[in-house]
């Protein structure tokens, strides 16, 4: 790899090649120099009729990645998607409206009328009076079914008679117990952590961690609230053969909200004395209810409110066809079921690609628009998505943090979480999941913390993460370091940053770029990065004065990149969302590798790849 990228240089101009910045204005500091004020100000797009914010650069979605998806979610084969709906809209009129076929029937059905299916926003007037390769009702593989006690097991009675005929106390004990063990709950508290069969992947369990302190990082008037959150480790299981790392993740089992849960089982019309109640679970094949178990059938005693709690995601994705077709099984409604029938066939392909490709709708606003479909839970349960855990980065390091507590020392780890919203039906906007979940337990401990409370018990289910995470891979205890972050994506640098400032001669060998709308509302850790701080952290305001996005801090400091990126040891880390700030970066290193390495665009690309490909570019982007 060096190889080629020692050619690619070569074939340019000697004056090209980097050296460490000299003047005390530029990169060290991470102060604007002279010559990058005066380009700003020449800039375009800093011109008095252009005092808009700019609009961030449009990113794609990936939706999915393999036929085998498409079918999972349309309930077709990628050649009947196509034969049905080419997704390019020829199918529509000039004014946005589908045209009607030639030679087919259409009805006209009375929509419900709630604000449920207004907001679904269903581009429907009337319907076919016959359909068309209606996907067929998906297989059922989940089954929830009373318990009893098998026909092989004695009773209490039956086994003590039993004992005193033959007097084999211990070998009948033993199976007596065993069988009566597979009819009971585990002694799990739930509330705090998910049944042991959730598990994210041997030999990891998830492990209910204390929050030691919980406080918001964002001030008042941010557009996103962060929350920090220290946690105590000091008890997670050592038998695990892993520790956390710099730069690392833990995994974080995140539930359901409980009041969208108590909804749905509303929704379902399951009986409140059945919804803690032990019911035997049977699976006939597939990984759910587990996370990365194997695809076996199973068979476990659980409740239907922790399956809808910790195993099945109700709200972070669109819905499937598979979801419609059951809910028009069992619609009572005649008009309903004509709708989710349409939204089945290969008529309603159309209708449902938009529909599909819309905000995320939640499985209860599904059931409140159609009032009259109440399916079974298992078979719901058989078609939704699993839910899935979350990736969390440290924000410290976690070597170095440890605190006096109740007379012995305990081990906590820090992360940050943005709260992610998406627009709903009836509040406007929900939380997601994972960090709806953060937010809940945040709030949770500060307002106990304001009544004076001392012990307080709120918890995060966690592991240590599996995710093979490159920041913790690539990190470095010498040489020179470049951090590019903007909101979040910051955190876990300040770990990199507390690690390489105990280190002597570092404090010249690490910069950060820090990106954020206002440092009044949303810096991140202002303070808290150690010695130094003021010289080694620069931050980049979008929203404040002339507004600068962190890619263009980028360019103004691209005598300091390329002294780093060509440097034997040197590496350039980028951490952040994917849209706008992810590619924006990009974009700007490509243009400093063109500007300081005499490149052209392509070969400045290849330059960064075959960097990323030797471990000196590396970039963790959502």
Same mark, same amino acid.
């Given at each position: 790899m060096a190889a080629q990228v020692d050619r690619i240089m070569a074939q340019h101009s000697a004056n090209s090649i980097p050296e460490e910045p000299q003047l005390p204005s530029m990169a060290p500091s991470l102060t604007y120099?002279?010559?990058s004020e005066h380009s700003e100000s020449e800039d375009?797009?800093?011109?008095?009729?252009?005092e808009q914010p700019r609009r961030r650069r449009a990113s794609t979605v990936l939706i999915v990645k393999s036929p085998a998806d498409i079918?999972?979610?349309?309930?077709?084969?990628t050649t009947q998607l196509v034969q049905r709906c080419c997704g390019g809209g020829c199918?529509?009129?000039s004014d946005g409206k589908r045209v009607k076929k030639q030679g087919i029937e259409y009805e006209r059905v009375k929509f419900p009328d709630n604000d449920a299916y207004r907001a679904l926003n269903l581009e429907i007037e009337e319907v076919p009076t016959v359909l068309n390769n209606i996907l067929d009702l998906p297989e059922q593989t989940a089954f929830l079914q009373p318990l009893r006690r098998p026909s092989n097991v004695p009773s209490p009675t039956e086994s003590t008679a039993a004992l005193n005929t033959d007097g084999n106390t211990t070998s009948a004990t033993t199976d007596l117990e065993k069988s009566v063990q597979k009819l009971a709950l585990e002694d799990l508290d739930t509330k705090i952590q998910p049944p042991s069969f959730v598990q994210p992947h041997p030999p990891h369990h998830v492990f209910p961690a204390r929050i030691h302190t919980a406080r918001e990082l964002t001030g008042q008037g941010a557009e996103k609230r962060t929350f920090h959150f220290d946690i105590d480790v000091t008890n997670y299981p050592e038998d695990?053969?892993?520790?956390?790392?710099?730069?690392?993740?833990?995994?974080?089992?995140?539930?359901n909200e409980e009041s969208m849960v108590e909804e749905l089982l509303d929704l379902l019309l399951v009986p409140r004395f059945l919804r803690d109640k032990p019911v035997l679970l049977r699976t006939t094949k597939g990984r759910w209810p587990t996370v990365w178990g194997e695809d076996q059938a199973r068979e476990l005693?659980?409740?239907?409110r922790d399956l809808l709690t910790w195993c099945s995601d109700i709200q972070s994705y669109p819905p499937t066809k598979q979801l419609l077709r059951i809910l028009a099984e069992f619609a009572t409604n005649e008009d309903e079921r004509k709708i989710l029938f349409f939204l089945c066939s290969a008529e309603g392909q159309g209708v449902f690609c938009d529909f599909r490709t819309g905000p995320h709708i939640t499985v209860a606003q599904l059931l409140h628009a159609f009032p009259s479909a109440r399916p079974p839970l298992d078979l719901l349960l058989s078609v939704l998505q699993p839910l899935m855990p979350r990736f969390y980065s440290l924000s410290n390091d976690p070597h170095e943090s440890f605190l006096r507590r109740d007379g012995k020392q305990h081990r906590l780890i820090e992360i940050a979480v943005t709260v992610h919203t998406s627009s709903d039906w009836r509040t406007g906007s929900r939380n997601g999941v994972g960090s709806g979940f953060f937010q809940r337990q945040a709030l949770k401990y500060i307002e106990a913390q304001e009544r004076g409370e001392k012990d307080i018990e709120v918890y995060i289910p966690m592991f240590k993460g599996l995710m093979a995470n490159p920041l913790a891979k690539q990190f470095v205890s010498d040489g020179p370091m470049l951090l590019i972050g903007a909101g979040v994506g910051i955190a876990p640098f300040r770990g990199f940053v507390q690690r390489r400032l105990k280190t002597a001669n570092c404090a010249n060998k690490v910069w950060v770029l820090q990106g954020c709308r206002d440092s009044l509302v949303d810096e991140l850790y202002s303070g808290e990065w150690g010695v130094h701080e003021d010289e080694v952290k620069r931050v980049v305001e979008s929203r404040r004065g002339q507004g600068r996005y962190v890619q263009e801090e980028v360019k103004a400091q691209a005598d300091l990149v390329w002294y780093i990126i060509n440097s034997v040891d040197g590496r350039v880390f980028v951490c952040g969302s994917s849209k706008g700030?992810?590619? =924006?970066?990009?974009? +700007?290193l490509i243009e400093v590798a063109m500007e300081k390495g005499n490149l052209e665009h392509d070969e400045a690309k290849q330059f960064w790849e075959l960097k990323r490909?030797? =471990?000196?570019?590396? +970039?963790?982007?959502?």
């Amino acid at each position: 790899m060096a190889a080629q990228v020692d050619r690619i240089m070569a074939q340019h101009s000697a004056n090209s090649i980097p050296e460490e910045p000299q003047l005390p204005s530029m990169a060290p500091s991470l102060t604007y120099s002279e010559s990058s004020e005066h380009s700003e100000s020449e800039d375009p797009r800093q011109s008095d009729d252009m005092e808009q914010p700019r609009r961030r650069r449009a990113s794609t979605v990936l939706i999915v990645k393999s036929p085998a998806d498409i079918q999972r979610i349309t309930g077709e084969t990628t050649t009947q998607l196509v034969q049905r709906c080419c997704g390019g809209g020829c199918c529509l009129t000039s004014d946005g409206k589908r045209v009607k076929k030639q030679g087919i029937e259409y009805e006209r059905v009375k929509f419900p009328d709630n604000d449920a299916y207004r907001a679904l926003n269903l581009e429907i007037e009337e319907v076919p009076t016959v359909l068309n390769n209606i996907l067929d009702l998906p297989e059922q593989t989940a089954f929830l079914q009373p318990l009893r006690r098998p026909s092989n097991v004695p009773s209490p009675t039956e086994s003590t008679a039993a004992l005193n005929t033959d007097g084999n106390t211990t070998s009948a004990t033993t199976d007596l117990e065993k069988s009566v063990q597979k009819l009971a709950l585990e002694d799990l508290d739930t509330k705090i952590q998910p049944p042991s069969f959730v598990q994210p992947h041997p030999p990891h369990h998830v492990f209910p961690a204390r929050i030691h302190t919980a406080r918001e990082l964002t001030g008042q008037g941010a557009e996103k609230r962060t929350f920090h959150f220290d946690i105590d480790v000091t008890n997670y299981p050592e038998d695990e053969g892993v520790d956390f790392k710099v730069g690392g993740a833990i995994g974080v089992s995140a539930p359901n909200e409980e009041s969208m849960v108590e909804e749905l089982l509303d929704l379902l019309l399951v009986p409140r004395f059945l919804r803690d109640k032990p019911v035997l679970l049977r699976t006939t094949k597939g990984r759910w209810p587990t996370v990365w178990g194997e695809d076996q059938a199973r068979e476990l005693v659980t409740t239907r409110r922790d399956l809808l709690t910790w195993c099945s995601d109700i709200q972070s994705y669109p819905p499937t066809k598979q979801l419609l077709r059951i809910l028009a099984e069992f619609a009572t409604n005649e008009d309903e079921r004509k709708i989710l029938f349409f939204l089945c066939s290969a008529e309603g392909q159309g209708v449902f690609c938009d529909f599909r490709t819309g905000p995320h709708i939640t499985v209860a606003q599904l059931l409140h628009a159609f009032p009259s479909a109440r399916p079974p839970l298992d078979l719901l349960l058989s078609v939704l998505q699993p839910l899935m855990p979350r990736f969390y980065s440290l924000s410290n390091d976690p070597h170095e943090s440890f605190l006096r507590r109740d007379g012995k020392q305990h081990r906590l780890i820090e992360i940050a979480v943005t709260v992610h919203t998406s627009s709903d039906w009836r509040t406007g906007s929900r939380n997601g999941v994972g960090s709806g979940f953060f937010q809940r337990q945040a709030l949770k401990y500060i307002e106990a913390q304001e009544r004076g409370e001392k012990d307080i018990e709120v918890y995060i289910p966690m592991f240590k993460g599996l995710m093979a995470n490159p920041l913790a891979k690539q990190f470095v205890s010498d040489g020179p370091m470049l951090l590019i972050g903007a909101g979040v994506g910051i955190a876990p640098f300040r770990g990199f940053v507390q690690r390489r400032l105990k280190t002597a001669n570092c404090a010249n060998k690490v910069w950060v770029l820090q990106g954020c709308r206002d440092s009044l509302v949303d810096e991140l850790y202002s303070g808290e990065w150690g010695v130094h701080e003021d010289e080694v952290k620069r931050v980049v305001e979008s929203r404040r004065g002339q507004g600068r996005y962190v890619q263009e801090e980028v360019k103004a400091q691209a005598d300091l990149v390329w002294y780093i990126i060509n440097s034997v040891d040197g590496r350039v880390f980028v951490c952040g969302s994917s849209k706008g700030m992810g590619e =924006g970066v990009e974009q +700007a290193l490509i243009e400093v590798a063109m500007e300081k390495g005499n490149l052209e665009h392509d070969e400045a690309k290849q330059f960064w790849e075959l960097k990323r490909e030797v =471990g000196q570019y590396i +970039a963790e982007t959502w």
